[in-house]
């Protein structure tokens, strides 16, 4: 078990739920049928208890027009009726807490709902209160693009006011303009709201916007190609802000944390949002996310992160999958051998690992026909909901908002757990694995994490804890590597069930990935 000195939320593993596609209750069902509550979550937070997570990050459930699902909020301070009330949201996080989990709550500091009160009263006039709560202009500043729908300018003529506003999403989220200390203010005040209800900590949507330098445009080819201006966004006024987010933070008692969505494709760019300890707790690591599962380029993705943040005194993330992106099964063609590789590798990385839901089932991104796409940012696949049985309906009250994956009649909570050699019992044994080990909670320095020598199709490390050794090996290909300094240790987990219990002798296996365990000195 990780020592009682360490934060909890670098021994945590992060179970990402997505509220909408997660479960809805039979015995509290939602005002909208097929849609998924608070109370389906608390439900079910014995599935999560038994799987073996430390803490589950809500995807926003705040109040909204769900113009974008929840990232655009009316009410910080409310829950919205589409997923139950404040009391279930406090039944749920008291339920939690009693199985030893944790609640991390979706924060979206950068933007609002085009309903919310602050900006219905911006939008009045020039002169109300909080005429500059929002980013206005008589013109567009510069030539920034949306990020959705693609290819829109960033910058939205506001017929009541007479001006432009920024919204570097969708035109029904206007950006909060930080630079104005009444709105720092109040956007900390949303979380002290949270704070004292009992949440244990914040993912801190885009958070790398909060500082912006409007008189800079974007390069040529964002307009040529539609990108948006997002991935673009890194300015030094950020950094103060992100500290005065960690003192609100610092102020409460039980390591609340910060977990930063800072979509910066660079990871030196991503490393500067944990300050000198001062700013981000944490902060995803999208290059490593988006990587091809080819050992090679994996070693030098964890190689430089960990190298970073080393320097800085930092602990890295790793996550595979989210609510944004195609799950991660599918962007490897489909492979549930690569899955249960990519499982082996993100839960024994030294770092806070992060699963999406249905990762543990081993979903595909579900087929969405053209006439149930609702996303205007196209992520309608990889938020299908989850099964939990194999009846018609899999477990919901009614068809669900979003259709299942193509195989959730094989890939469902209930068949899997009646099959000790399913994906969800493999996730179950990995994480038990990861809580019983010291060596898996161990620091990112030298002493206790190295990269072993590969090839380009061999990922392997070790991590240790006295003089107890553990072995990661990942071998996509079907090329054997000899055994090296893996000679004589006892895998313990592995793709393949027939290797589990023996020793590594001369050679390692092609096609195959296992955690293996040797005493001894490094």
């Known amino acids: 078990m990780p020592s009682s000195s360490q934060e909890w939320w670098k021994s945590a593993v992060v179970y990402q739920v997505y509220p909408r596609s997660f479960a809805e209750s039979a015995d509290a069902p939602g005002p909208t049928l097929g849609v998924g509550t608070l109370a389906g979550i608390t439900a079910r937070l014995d599935h999560l208890s038994w799987l073996g997570v430390d803490a589950l990050w809500l995807s926003p459930v705040f109040r909204s027009p769900m113009a974008d699902f929840g990232y655009d909020v009316s009410d910080f301070c409310d829950i919205d009726p589409t997923f139950g009330t404040l009391a279930d949201f406090d039944r749920l996080l008291a339920q939690a807490h009693a199985r030893g989990i944790k609640v991390i709550l979706d924060w979206v500091p950068n933007h609002t709902s085009d309903q919310h009160p602050w900006f219905q009263e911006s939008r009045r006039d020039r002169t109300n209160p909080k005429a500059d709560w929002y980013v206005w202009r008589d013109e567009p500043a510069n030539n920034w693009l949306a990020s959705f729908p693609k290819g829109e300018p960033a910058w939205q003529f506001d017929e009541q006011r007479g001006q432009y506003y920024l919204r570097c999403f969708l035109k029904e989220q206007p950006d909060l303009n930080w630079d104005n200390p009444d709105v720092e203010a109040a956007m900390h005040d949303t979380l002290r709201f949270w704070l004292d209800r009992g949440v244990d900590g914040f993912r801190m949507d885009v958070v790398h916007l909060l500082g912006k330098a409007l008189t800079h445009d974007d390069p040529p080819i964002c307009r040529e190609r539609g990108w948006g201006h997002v991935p673009y966004n890194d300015q030094p006024a950020t950094h103060e802000r992100l500290r005065n987010i960690r003192r609100v933070l610092d102020s409460y008692a039980g390591d609340r944390t910060s977990v930063g969505e800072v979509y910066l494709l660079d990871e030196a760019a991503m490393a500067d949002y944990y300050g000198t300890g001062d700013e981000l707790h944490l902060s995803f690591n999208f290059r490593f996310l988006w990587a091809p599962f080819e050992p090679g380029e994996l070693a030098t993705r964890i190689r430089r992160t960990i190298d970073l943040l080393r320097e800085r005194g930092a602990w890295p993330t790793w996550v595979l999958s989210n609510h944004d992106v195609p799950r991660h099964r599918q962007r490897y063609g489909g492979d549930e051998m690569l899955a249960r590789m990519a499982a082996i590798m993100l839960l024994t990385l030294p770092g806070t690992p992060f699963m999406y839901q249905g990762e543990e089932l ?37 068809e669900p908002w979003l259709p299942f994956a193509e195989e959730a009649g094989s890939r469902n909570v209930a068949a899997q757990l009646a099959d000790d050699g399913s994906m969800l019992h493999f996730y179950r044994r990995l994480l038990a694995l990861r809580r019983a080990t010291p060596a898996l909670h161990a620091d990112i320095d030298p002493v206790h994490f190295q990269l072993l020598d590969h090839s380009p199709d061999l990922l392997a490390w070790v991590r240790s804890s006295g003089s107890d050794r553990w072995f990661t090996y990942v071998n996509p290909s079907p090329r054997q590597h000899p055994a090296g300094s893996l000679r004589g240790a006892t895998i313990v987990i592995a793709t393949d069930p027939a290797l589990e219990g023996t020793v590594v002798n001369s050679e390692l296996p092609g096609r195959a990935a296992f955690v293996a365990r040797r005493d001894g000195t490094m």
């Open 362 to 398: 081993g979903l595909l991104d579900a087929v969405i026909p053209p006439e149930r796409v609702v996303d205007p940012g196209l992520r309608d696949r990889c938020r299908a909901p989850i099964p939990w049985d194999s009846s018609p309906l899999h477990g919901w009250v009614a």
